[in-house]
């Protein structure tokens, strides 16, 4: 999120001034390292979710079976960090280019999905579905996004027509 906030004001520029190739070459070096670097946290939390529950939850009432399950939805939701990570800098690639209109319905969408997919789920895999459909709604909004941007940058520098 640090990222896609320190980025917006250089997108912003980019787009107030005509700069198609700039806001470009902005959003795609941050995407980048948005990727790399919540991809590379996801697949560590995602090796190590046993162990980090076991260290911070393990013990007392909360035995082996507790931490077994727990760690199993860390591990399910690390899968969701990257693409979680990636809405905030497209959204605010709309923001830039002075459209709220598609970053809200994508959430809109988005919600749908990880509740469908939620209740579709719940009843075969319990509380695994949550990790599950909250991962299916974030691939979903940033389909969308990433979608629709190409058509928002490509209004860039274009004379609105009166």
Same mark, same amino acid.
């Given at each position: 999120?640090?990222? =896609? ?30 990727? !790399? +670097? ?6 560590? +939390? ?11 939850? *393990? ?5 082996? =079976?507790?931490?077994?399950?727990? $760690? ?37 969408? $988005? ?24 991962? =299916? *709604?974030?691939?979903?909004? !940033?389909?969308?996004?990433?979608? +629709? ?14």
């Amino acid at each position: 999120m640090s990222i =896609a906030v320190a980025a917006f004001p250089m997108l912003s520029a980019a787009a107030a001034s005509g700069d198609r190739r700039g806001f470009v070459r902005i959003l795609t070096t941050n995407l980048a390292t948005t990727a !790399v +670097l919540t991809g590379g946290a996801a697949v560590g +939390l995602f090796a190590l979710s046993r162990v980090v529950i076991s260290v911070l939850l *393990g013990g007392g009432a909360f035995d082996s =079976a507790d931490v077994a399950l727990t $760690a199993g939805l860390l591990a399910a939701f690390a899968v969701s960090i990257p693409l979680e990570s990636l809405t905030h800098l497209l959204a605010r690639a709309f923001y830039a280019t002075h459209n709220t209109i598609i970053p809200v319905l994508a959430s809109v969408t $988005a919600l749908a999905v990880i509740v469908v997919t939620g209740e579709a789920l719940a009843p075969g895999l319990g509380v695994a579905s949550i990790p599950i459909a909250f991962t =299916a *709604g974030s691939l979903t909004k !940033v389909a969308i996004l990433g979608a +629709l941007v190409r058509t928002r940058i490509g209004r860039i520098g274009v004379s609105p027509r009166r």
